[in-house]
C-alpha cells in the first residue's frame, strides 16, 4: 500500500463508479464492499485511516448488551452474526474475550443471566460460548482485584475485542487489493454538480502537495462521521444537523489494576450506563462515558467531569483504587450519532443504529453505526448506490471475504506483540534480518522495534508522526509519556523514508508533542 502508487491511479482514471469521502470504518468497508463487487472505487480521507472516531473505541466487538435492555433486539441480533463474521475474516486482530458483570445485590445473578441467555440465543451458531452464571468464590477468582465488600455473585459470559485502528489500516489494504484507490491527507473541499443540480463528483486537495483534483464518478458516498454536517453544507442549500456528535473518553492503566484475562463490565453505573474495564495490549482500557457536544474537532479533549466520573466509578469496583497519577493515556472519541427527530432526547435514546440518507442531489449519506456492524453498513450503502445511481446489479461478497493479514491466531501467538500483523508478521521479522539496525527498540520498555515504524511507512501509508504512533503501533494510545520520548526517532525515519528536511523533522516533533499532551492527565490539571 503505497501512497504514490494510489496517487498515479487517482490521475490516470477520468470516471470512477463509486466515490467515498472519509477513511473511518464505514468508509473503508464501502470502499471494500464496491471494489470487490468490482465497481471503480476511489475513496479519499482528509487525515489518516481512522484519525477520527474509529480509533477511540472501547475495542470492543460486540452485540451490544446494552441494546439488548434497551429491547433493539434486530440491532443485537445483526451485530452479533457481524461479531462471528469479523472474528472469521480478521482472525489477527479479533478474539474471544470474556466478561464478568459482579453482582452486589441477590437478583443481579438472576437477572442478568437471563438477559445473557438471550443474547447467546441470538448469536447462534455464531456464539463464542454460554454465559452463566458464577458464584462469590469464582468471581474473585477471575477478577482478584474487584471489591470483594458487598459480593453475591457474578455472571460470566463471552464477547469479542480487537484493535480499531489496526483493522482499519488492514480494510484499506484490502480495499487495495480488490483493485480500489485509497488515500490518505486528501480532503474534499468542494462537491461537483451538474445543471440539474446532481452531484457527479468532488474537488479535492492534496494536503502534502498542494495539487488540486477534480474526482468524477456515478455514485458519492458521504461517511465522514462527525464531519458529515460540514458535508451537507456543500450539499443543501437549506441546511439542516444530520449528526449530532457524543463524546466517550477512555483511560488506560497499567494491567495491576486488573490482572485477568477477564475483562470487567459494570451494568449500571451511576448515571445509568454500562462501565468496561478491558484488557488491551498488556494494558487496561476503562470507559466509556456519553457526552453531548456542542462543537467536534479533530482532536476532542476529556472533559473533567467525564474523568472524574471514570476514575470514581473504577475506584468503587476495584481494590487497587486508580488516581489521576496512574492514568498513562486519556483518549476522547465522537459517536457521531443520527440526529433526532425532536430536540432534546437523551443520548441514550438517539439511535445507535445507523441511517442512510439520500439528497436530493444524489448524495448518499451514512450517519450512526459502529464498528462490529461496518461490513453489514458498507453492504446497505452500496445495495442504496445501485438503485439511487442505476449501477450494474452485482451482489455483495464481503459475508466471507478475509480481510489483509488475516489470520486464525492462538493464544500462544497473542504472547508476541506483533500478533496484530497476522501474516504480515515474517514480512517484519525479514525486514529486521536485512536491515539490523532496524531491531532497535522504539522505547525501552515496549517491545515495539523500529522495524515496525519502517514497515508503516513502507507499506501502510504512515505520513506523520502521529500516524505511526497512534494509529499503526498503538503506544500513544497505551502510554503517551512513552510515545513522547519515542518521537523524534520516528521523525528521523519518517524523513529519511519519505524525503523530507531538518525543519519538517523540527516541526513534527514540536505538532506531535503538542497533540500527545492532550492525551496526558497530569494530576494538577484540573479546569
Not at 492462538?410 to 514480512?427: F, T, V
Not at 522504539?442 to 506523520?464: G, N, Q
Not at 502521529?466 to 523524534?488: G, K
Request: aromatic share 8%.
Amino acid at each position: 500500500m503505497k501512497r504514490i502508487e494510489q496517487l498515479n491511479k487517482l490521475k490516470q482514471t477520468q470516471e470512477w463508479d463509486v466515490i467515498v469521502i472519509g477513511g473511518g470504518a464505514s468508509g473503508l468497508g464501502t470502499a471494500l464492499d464496491a471494489a470487490s463487487r468490482g465497481y471503480k472505487t476511489v475513496l479519499v480521507e482528509a487525515v489518516d485511516f481512522a484519525k477520527g472516531t474509529s480509533s477511540r473505541s472501547t475495542k470492543l466487538v460486540h452485540g451490544g448488551v446494552r441494546y439488548l435492555e434497551q429491547g433493539d433486539i434486530h440491532l443485537v441480533r445483526e451485530a452479533l452474526k457481524e461479531r462471528g463474521l469479523m472474528a472469521q475474516n480478521a482472525g489477527h486482530l479479533v478474539k474471544n474475550q470474556s466478561f464478568v458483570i459482579p453482582n452486589y445485590n441477590w437478583w443481579g445473578g438472576y437477572f442478568y443471566t437471563i438477559g445473557l441467555k438471550i443474547y447467546d440465543f441470538l448469536a447462534g451458531r455464531l456464539s463464542l460460548g454460554k454465559s452463566k452464571y458464577i458464584s462469590k468464590k469464582k468471581t474473585l477468582e477471575l477478577l482478584p482485584t474487584v471489591e470483594p465488600k458487598g459480593l453475591v455473585s457474578g455472571v460470566i459470559y463471552q464477547d469479542g475485542q480487537f484493535d480499531d485502528s489496526r483493522l482499519a489500516i488492514n480494510l484499506a489494504q484490502t480495499a487495495i487489493e480488490k483493485g480500489a484507490c485509497v488515500l490518505n491527507y486528501i480532503k474534499v473541499v468542494n462537491l461537483i454538480k451538474d445543471d440539474k443540480n446532481q452531484v457527479i463528483g468532488v474537488e479535492a486537495i492534496d494536503h502534502e502537495s498542494g495539487e488540486k483534483y477534480e474526482i468524477k464518478g456515478k455514485a458519492v458516498i458521504n461517511a465522514t462521521g462527525v464531519f458529515t454536517n460540514a458535508i451537507m453544507k456543500l450539499n443543501d442549500k437549506v441546511y439542516k444537523k444530520y449528526i449530532v456528535p457524543s463524546q466517550g473518553i477512555h483511560l488506560v492503566f497499567d494491567k495491576s489494576f486488573l490482572p485477568s484475562d477477564q475483562a470487567l463490565m459494570i451494568p449500571k453505573t451511576s448515571d445509568g450506563r454500562v462501565l468496561f474495564a478491558v484488557p488491551w495490549h498488556n494494558k487496561i482500557v476503562v470507559g466509556t462515558t456519553d457526552t453531548l457536544i456542542k462543537k467536534h474537532s479533530l482532536e476532542p479533549i476529556a472533559l473533567e467531569t467525564e474523568i472524574e466520573f471514570v476514575l470514581e466509578t473504577a475506584q468503587r469496583f476495584l481494590i487497587n483504587k486508580p488516581t489521576r497519577a496512574d492514568v498513562l493515556s486519556v483518549f476522547a472519541g465522537l459517536r457521531p450519532l443520527a440526529a433526532p427527530e425532536k430536540e432534546g432526547k437523551s443520548t441514550k435514546e438517539v439511535s445507535r443504529s445507523h441511517k442512510i440518507i439520500v439528497s436530493e442531489t444524489g448524495l448518499i449519506t451514512i450517519t450512526g453505526g459502529k464498528w462490529t456492524t461496518y461490513r453489514k453498513i458498507a453492504e446497505d450503502i452500496i445495495d442504496k448506490a445501485i438503485i439511487v445511481h442505476q449501477l450494474p446489479k452485482k451482489s455483495c461478497i464481503t459475508e466471507h471475504t478475509p480481510i489483509h493479514g488475516n489470520l486464525k491466531t492462538d493464544s500462544i501467538a497473542r504472547e508476541n506483540h506483533l500478533y496484530i500483523y497476522g501474516s504480515d508478521i515474517p514480512k517484519i521479522i525479514e525486514l529486521q534480518g536485512n536491515e539490523p539496525e532496524l531491531k532497535e527498540k522504539l522505547h525501552p520498555d515496549y517491545d515495539y522495534t523500529m522495524a515496525e515504524v519502517v514497515w508503516s511507512i513502507r507499506y501502510e501509508m504512515a505520513r506523520t508522526i502521529d500516524d505511526v504512533l497512534a494509529r499503526r503501533v498503538r503506544l500513544l494510545f497505551l502510554d503517551a509519556r512513552a510515545a513522547i520520548a519515542c518521537c523524534e526517532k520516528v521523525a528521523v525515519l519518517l524523513a529519511k523514508e519519505i524525503g523530507h528536511d531538518e525543519k519538517w523533522i523540527e516541526r513534527q516533533v514540536a505538532e506531535f508533542k503538542n497533540l500527545a499532551n492532550g492525551f496526558l492527565l497530569s494530576e494538577f490539571q484540573k479546569e
